[in-house]
């Protein structure tokens, strides 16, 4: 796998990046993506292709803010035609590998009990590409999620949570533009 930063990419590469965010997640769990590009600017961001070496195609995105000893994975698809092909196993494993110094968090709806549901089977697809579960369950916007992490240790804060979206951007506007796009109150739930 190779990353390539979005502010590198042609055209058509910023339009697949964008493409595939818009397709692979709901309305209700993602930004608007001239938010992801603004915030892509900040050295603590990181707004990429995911490319195979093999074919120099790109095959995903993914969206980390890094701050203080953690990466957060806020998105990360793999292209509809190159999914259940393996890649998006190798994407986690090589963004752990390339994280040594941080945990990787990411968050997830939570599951029902149901092993059918979708959701269970995304968690268990996390777990064993080396994501560890965290006991950490917030409700955000009406949306039960779990945090997951790289770090079988970890414990996740409210601090840890709340420096998610606050770390994005510097820039006040863009900070007031996130703040007021989800529930900025974090709601623990058992």
């Known amino acids: 796998m190779r990353y390539k930063s979005y502010s590198t990419c042609d055209s058509q590469g910023r339009s697949q990046i964008k493409e595939i965010y818009e397709i692979s997640f709901p309305k209700s769990e993602k930004f608007p993506f001239w938010v992801l590009k603004q915030c892509a600017k900040e050295n603590n961001v990181r707004l990429d292709a995911i490319i195979d070496h093999n074919t120099d195609k790109i095959i995903g995105m993914s969206f980390l803010i890094f701050y203080d000893d953690i990466a957060y994975l806020m998105y990360v698809a793999i292209y509809k035609k190159y999914r259940n092909k393996g890649f998006g196993s190798l994407v986690l494993r090589d963004l752990i590998l390339r994280q ?3 945990s990787i968090l990411l968050c997830i709806e939570r599951p029902s009990a149901k092993k059918e549901d979708i959701k ?5 697809f996390y777990l064993r590409n080396g994501f560890y579960e965290t006991g950490c369950f917030i409700e955000d916007s009406d949306v039960e999620y779990e945090f997951l992490s790289s770090s079988k240790e970890r414990i996740i804060t409210e601090n840890d949570l709340k420096k998610r979206y606050s770390c994005m951007t510097r820039n006040p506007l863009m900070k007031f533009i996130i703040k007021n796009s989800f529930d900025n109150n974090i709601n623990f739930i058992d």
């Open 100 to 102: 040594v110094d941080v």
């Open 120 to 124: 269970a089977r995304r968690k268990y």
